[in-house]
């Protein structure tokens, strides 16, 4: 008998049809003769709806309260589930985050899982009852509710899997797997049947949505066999694991891309040790999470400092570069939106020289202008025009061999 953590997305919970499909899917695992923990999301578009209602009554709403609003999206369709599962006979009990003993950090909207007291549902596993867990929250050592940021219900389903040493930890979702690139917007995608855990972080740091970051760190770091998977076909899913098997001659194994990106650009920094580091340490205590960072010198011996942003971050951003403008050196700074970061992704790519100039390649002949650049050993990430982000993500997706019709294995 094994534990496993089975992981429902807002579109498989987002009818009452769906959480009877997500329902028999729970107690399929359960007839196996496992002990079964359930996360779940909002149902659909919940958490979309409450964010746009917050827009509407504050320009800037609280962050502690957002948390407390958007906690509630899950403890609807943990409680729904618990019940269908009660009516078919089977036993099973819901849990908020702070019940299931989920404890952040104490940064509202984006906290990160510090501990998990699993005691209680292990208690419950070791009766044979299934135990439902709201996805995306957990509780400060303050008793505050916090959330875990956008997608976050993936993190509580691979950080429980961790804590309860699963067997496996399942994300069920509405694609089949994790493909090449996002299969909405890139028809000729295609599914990869396994993907080391390094890329798998990479592709969902640089904007592949499929995964939270933060479960791909936590399977890594704590071993966790995971899978993600399709709640309504039974197709074979995407394995993410120590080292990917298959596909080893591929040296790109997928694009990235995400848009809401901004550009701040410092101008007239006074040459100091210190003025860099002030001024990402200021960020840094606001949990501004900043991105590709180019320091450059003008003639005079000035240093201009480009970085980018979220755009959800752009208010707070200008808020404090202007409040603190004299203490961190600035003469002035200009911010550009409209952007979107568009990258490559593959372990193959360290031994393979020239993948960075190919990419630029690309785009330059499909008149897409760069930005900005960032490169580690195993992706390349360019800044671009957000309205180019997906004509530039098409072409490195064809020029890069990853097409469906081009599959070489
Ligand atoms: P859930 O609500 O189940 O968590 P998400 O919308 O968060 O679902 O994630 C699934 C979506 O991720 C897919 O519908 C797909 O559009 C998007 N996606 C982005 N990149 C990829 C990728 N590389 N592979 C598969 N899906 C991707
Ligand atoms: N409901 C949250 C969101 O929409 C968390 C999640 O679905 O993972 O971002
Ligand atoms: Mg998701």
Same mark, same amino acid.
């Not at 999301?41 to 309260?65: C, I, N």
């Not at 808020?319 to 593959?346: M, P, Q, R």
């Not at 031994?351 to 930005?371: C, D, H, R, T, Y």
């Given at each position: 008998?094994?534990?496993?953590?089975?992981?429902?997305?807002?579109?498989?919970?987002?009818?009452?049809?769906?959480?009877?499909?997500?329902?028999?899917?729970?107690?399929?695992?359960?007839?196996?003769?496992?002990?079964?923990?359930?996360?779940?999301?909002?149902?659909?578009?919940?958490?979309?709806?409450?964010?746009?209602?917050?827009?509407?009554?504050?320009?800037?709403?609280?962050?502690?309260?957002?948390?407390?609003?958007?906690?509630?999206?899950?403890q609807?369709?943990?409680?729904?589930?618990?019940?269908?599962?009660?009516?078919?006979?089977?036993?099973a009990?819901?849990?908020?985050g702070?019940?299931?003993?989920?404890?952040?950090?104490?940064?509202?909207?984006?906290?990160?899982?510090?501990?998990? !007291?699993?005691?209680?549902?292990?208690? !419950?596993?070791?009766?044979?009852?299934?135990?439902?867990?709201a996805?995306?929250?957990?509780?400060?050592?303050?008793?505050?509710?916090?959330?875990?940021?956008?997608?976050?219900?993936?993190?509580?389903?691979?950080?429980?899997?961790?804590?309860?040493?699963?067997?496996?930890?399942?994300?069920?979702?509405?694609?089949?797997?994790v493909?090449?690139?996002?299969?909405?917007?890139?028809?000729?995608?295609?599914?990869?049947?396994? #993907?080391?855990?390094?890329?798998?972080?990479?592709?969902?740091n640089?904007?592949?949505?499929?995964?939270?970051?933060?479960?791909?760190?936590?399977?890594?770091?704590?071993?966790?066999?995971?899978?993600?998977?399709?709640?309504?076909?039974?197709?074979?899913?995407?394995?993410?694991?120590?080292?990917?098997?298959?596909?080893?001659?591929?040296?790109?194994?997928?694009?990235?891309?995400?848009?809401? #990106?901004?550009?701040?650009?410092?101008?007239?920094?006074?040459?100091?040790?210190?003025?860099?580091?002030?001024?990402?340490?200021?960020?840094?205590?606001?949990?501004?999470?900043?991105?590709?960072?180019?320091?450059?010198?003008?003639?005079?011996?000035?240093?201009?400092?480009?970085?980018?942003?979220?755009?959800?971050?752009?208010?707070?951003?200008?808020?404090?570069?202007?409040?603190?403008?004299?203490?961190?050196?600035?003469d002035?700074?200009?911010?550009?939106?409209?952007?979107?970061k568009?990258?490559? #992704?593959?372990?193959?790519?360290?031994?393979?020289?020239?993948?960075?100039?190919?990419?630029?390649?690309?785009?330059?002949?499909?008149?897409?202008?760069?930005?900005?650049?960032?490169?580690?050993?195993?992706?390349?990430?360019?800044?671009?025009?957000?309205?180019?982000?997906?004509?530039?993500?098409?072409?490195?997706?064809?020029?890069?061999?990853?097409?469906?019709?081009?599959?070489?294995?």
């Amino acid at each position: 008998m094994g534990i496993i953590v089975q992981k429902f997305g807002g579109t498989s919970v987002g009818s009452v049809e769906r959480i009877r499909n997500t329902v028999n899917r729970i107690i399929e695992e359960k007839n196996k003769g496992n002990k079964v923990v359930v996360v779940v999301s909002a149902m659909g578009k919940t958490t979309d709806q409450l964010v746009s209602l917050a827009d509407e009554l504050s320009s800037y709403p609280a962050k502690r309260e957002m948390d407390m609003l958007l906690s509630t999206g899950e403890q609807v369709t943990i409680s729904l589930v618990a019940m269908a599962l009660i009516d078919k006979g089977y036993e099973a009990v819901s849990y908020t985050g702070w019940q299931a003993g989920i404890v952040t950090e104490a940064v509202h909207t984006n906290a990160r899982i510090l501990d998990i !007291h699993p005691e209680k549902i292990r208690s !419950h596993l070791d009766k044979g009852q299934i135990v439902i867990v709201a996805g995306f929250q957990g509780v400060t050592e303050d008793g505050e509710i916090t959330t875990l940021g956008r997608g976050g219900s993936d993190t509580t389903a691979v950080a429980l899997a961790a804590a309860l040493h699963a067997d496996r930890c399942s994300i069920f979702t509405d694609v089949t797997g994790v493909f090449t690139s996002d299969p909405r917007y890139i028809p000729n995608a295609r599914q990869l049947q396994a #993907i080391s855990y390094d890329e798998m972080l990479e592709l969902a740091n640089l904007g592949a949505g499929v995964l939270h970051a933060r479960a791909v760190e936590f399977a890594k770091n704590y071993a966790v066999p995971l899978e993600v998977c399709s709640s309504l076909e039974r197709v074979a899913g995407t394995m993410i694991e120590e080292e990917a098997a298959v596909e080893k001659n591929l040296i790109v194994r997928g694009v990235a891309f995400e848009d809401a #990106i901004t550009r701040v650009t410092i101008f007239g920094l006074e040459n100091g040790f210190h003025n860099l580091s002030t001024i990402f340490t200021t960020l840094a205590e606001h949990h501004i999470d900043v991105d590709i960072i180019i320091q450059n010198q003008t003639a005079d011996g000035r240093t201009y400092l480009s970085f980018s942003i979220k755009n959800q971050d752009l208010k707070e951003t200008v808020d404090l570069l202007e409040t603190n403008k004299t203490s961190l050196g600035i003469d002035h700074f200009e911010t550009e939106t409209g952007l979107a970061k568009v990258s490559i #992704i593959g372990s193959g790519m360290v031994s393979n020289p020239g993948v960075a100039a190919k990419m630029f390649q690309v785009l330059a002949e499909n008149g897409v202008a760069i930005k900005m650049i960032s490169t580690s050993e195993i992706k390349v990430s360019t800044v671009v025009d957000d309205k180019e982000m997906i004509r530039a993500a098409q072409s490195l997706h064809h020029a890069f061999e990853l097409d469906a019709a081009e599959q070489k294995i």
